[in-house]
């Protein structure tokens, strides 16, 4: 079993920065591929962003790319979401997932664990 913790979430205005963390447990967390997806009321939890379990593949939304970077710290067991240039539209809850297969997806069902999410809210 994994428990993932997202941080780092809070109040910014548009145009600033945030940075997200998520730490898993567990010895295997290595050769696990990593995703944040996000949730805006009434709307469906959507990719932001992915990570191979060797950091060496990484995969984003349209709607993120060149705003948003993931990244991995395997000897931390922590992945790392840093946003800049946030828009208002970016405002939701964001959520880190383990996958136990290494490869990176961008689809919700491929993985295994969920944190509870971090509160993103962005001020116009």
């Known amino acids: 079993q994994v428990e993932v913790v997202e941080s780092g979430g809070g109040l910014v205005q548009a145009g600033g920065s945030l940075r997200l963390s998520c730490a898993a447990s567990?010895?295997?967390?290595?050769?696990?591929?990593m995703g944040w997806f996000r949730q805006a009321p009434g709307k469906e939890r959507e990719f932001v962003a992915a990570?191979?379990?060797?950091?060496?593949?990484?995969n984003y939304a349209d709607s993120v790319k060149g705003r948003f970077t993931i990244s991995r710290d395997n000897a931390k067991n922590t992945v790392y979401l840093q946003m800049i240039n946030l828009k208002p539209e970016d405002t939701a809850v964001y959520y880190c997932?383990?996958?136990?297969?290494?490869?990176?997806?961008?689809?919700?069902?491929?993985?295994?664990?969920w944190g509870q999410g971090t509160q993103v809210t962005v001020s116009s």
């Open positions: 567990g010895r295997t967390f290595r050769s696990y591929a």
């Open positions: 997932a383990a996958r136990e297969l290494g490869a990176l997806a961008i689809n919700k069902a491929s993985y295994d664990y």
């Open positions: 990570v191979s379990w060797s950091g060496g593949t990484v």
